[in-house]
């Protein structure tokens, strides 16, 4: 499966079709259980469009885009990578909302995003490190690890999923 990878960088870079895709994305990983910002399942089009428009409309070269998968111009999965201008944190970025859609799960998306990012952070932003929090008991951090991330650390229980659900919250590092 060949991926084509676009970078949308600014508000006004998003046509009304790719949103569309990226708000029906987003609905189905939350409602398949994905860690994608929404805790509690179920979520309809316009709950995600909400936030999805505000994601959007923060969007700007060097402090936070959007990166997308398509696979025969269909949108498979995508992230959002944000930095700060902040001259202490100015060199590492954080990584948010990585999802695969649920029909291509398991065929490398999500590894190819995560490749992909690594060298726009480093060569576009100017990055030197890139952080991401990861929902523990999903066997996430065996993903990102396969990629070079390293754990940095955990909050115990961080994350209450249901009554006698809690789980930890994995930090993990990249360095560029």
Known sequence: MTHEFLQITAPDEMPPD????????WVAVSNA???AGFAFPPVDFDQVAAVADELIAGLAPRRSRLL?????GVLVGWLNVRGDD?????HWGTVHHVQTH?????????????R?????????MGLEQ?????????GLED?????????TGRWPGALRLAPGDDRDEILMVLDL
């Open 18 to 25: 790719l949103r569309r895709e990226l708000v029906e994305c």
């Open 102 to 114: 649920t029909g291509f799960r398991g065929r490398g998306v999500g590894a190819a995003l995560m």
């Open 143 to 151: 993903f990102y690890g396969r990629l070079g991330w390293r754990e």
């Open 33 to 35: 259980g994905g860690a």
């Open 86 to 90: 902040n001259p202490l944190v100015a």
């Open 68 to 72: 997308l998968a398509r696979v025969d």
């Open 116 to 124: 992909r990012l690594r060298r726009l952070a480093r060569e576009e």
């Open 130 to 138: 890139l952080h991401l929090a990861a929902r523990g008991g999903e």
